[in-house]
């Protein structure tokens, strides 16, 4: 019974080791500012939807 407990917090350990790997180990400097090119335009809801074009 013993094994089988210390197998299970070996297995939480584990877990909350990789959530706190993925959570935590990013830049240092946070996440890059956008730069325009990738912001796409806003559009209004009054605006056709875009169809794109035949091939």
Same mark, same amino acid.
């Given at each position: 019974?013993?094994?089988?407990?210390?197998?299970?917090?070996?297995?939480?350990?584990?877990?909350?080791?990789?959530?706190?790997?993925?959570?935590?180990?990013?830049?240092r400097?946070?996440e #890059?500012? @956008? $730069?325009?090119?990738?912001?796409? *335009?806003? #559009?209004? @809801? $009054?605006?056709?939807?875009?169809? *794109?074009?035949?091939?």
């Amino acid at each position: 019974m013993g094994l089988l407990l210390l197998e299970a917090l070996a297995a939480l350990a584990c877990l909350v080791f990789i959530v706190w790997w993925t959570m935590f180990s990013g830049r240092r400097g946070g996440e #890059r500012a @956008a $730069s325009p090119e990738d912001e796409a *335009p806003a #559009r209004s @809801a $009054s605006d056709p939807p875009t169809l *794109p074009p035949p091939a």
